[in-house]
């Protein structure tokens, strides 16, 4: 398995802008996370999802964030209009429910600056 | 809400033993995790215990948990400079699906 893919893996933009970060979770995973990391704040949980249903978005900064789950296999994080303080880097990840562990698998992660 | 603490910054010297410290709030956790972040990289899953467990062992890597005052340690034996990294305790907390992550220890290992 390839692991979670997360594209693209870096992204310079400029204040204002829209911003789209991609996520392919763990094939037959039915939970996904998107994190933020920032050097002030550590790892912060923005939204996650359960068969492609968001559960929990109380973590998302604003409404200039936004989160989509099409499908089983696809996830979006956008950010509309982005601003210097939105630099970060953001992490997707995936579980599996039903084993009682919450063993997250986590992609590479996108770096994010907004100049 | 559910607090993790870590110390910010371990150094050792290679071929010694580390031992990595984290401290939780709630009580109610039922798993803890360990979780290593190298450069550039996402958070890999290290190793987790269950909270009716007090040691769990896997290879170099050692866990111990004292659930009296709660807290965490990964005890890395004859540590490598392959260590380097940032190590992250984790705590499941209450009903939600979601864990709460400590700040990071950033464990250097020199030659």
């Known amino acids: 398995d390839a692991g979670v893919i997360q594209s693209p893996r870096h992204e310079v933009t400029e204040m204002g802008q829209e911003v789209t970060l991609r996520c392919k979770p763990i094939?037959?995973?039915?939970?996904l996370f998107w994190y933020r990391q920032t050097m002030m704040r550590g790892l912060e949980l923005l939204i996650y999802?359960?068969?492609?249903?968001?559960?929990?978005d109380s973590g998302m900064p604003e409404d200039r964030f936004s989160a989509k789950m099409p499908n089983a296999s696809f996830s979006t994080l956008k950010i509309q209009p982005s601003e210097p303080r939105d630099s970060a880097v953001y992490f997707c990840?995936?579980?599996?429910?039903?084993?009682?562990?919450?063993?997250?698998?986590f992609g590479s992660g996108t770096q994010l600056s907004v100049l | 809400g559910e607090d993790v603490e870590q110390s910010l910054f371990l150094s050792v010297r290679e071929g010694d033993s580390s031992v990595i410290n984290c401290t939780y709030t709630?009580?109610?956790?039922?798993?803890l995790y360990w979780y290593k972040q190298e450069p550039g990289a996402g958070l890999q899953l290290l190793t987790y215990?269950?909270?009716?467990?007090d040691m769990k062992q896997d290879q170099r890597l050692t866990v111990l948990l004292n659930k009296k005052d709660k807290h965490l340690s990964l005890r890395i034996a004859d540590t490598q400079t392959g260590d380097s990294a940032i190590y992250f305790c984790?705590?499941?907390?209450?009903?939600?699906?979601?864990?709460?992550f400590g700040s990071g220890t950033q464990l250097t290992v020199l030659p």
């Open positions: 215990i269950f909270s009716n467990m």
């Open positions: 999802f359960n068969n492609n249903v968001p559960i929990d």
């Open positions: 709630d009580s109610s956790s039922t798993y």
């Open positions: 990840a995936s579980s599996l429910a039903g084993r009682g562990t919450e063993k997250l698998f």
């Open positions: 094939s037959g995973h039915d939970y």
């Open positions: 984790a705590v499941s907390s209450g009903s939600a699906r979601q864990l709460t």
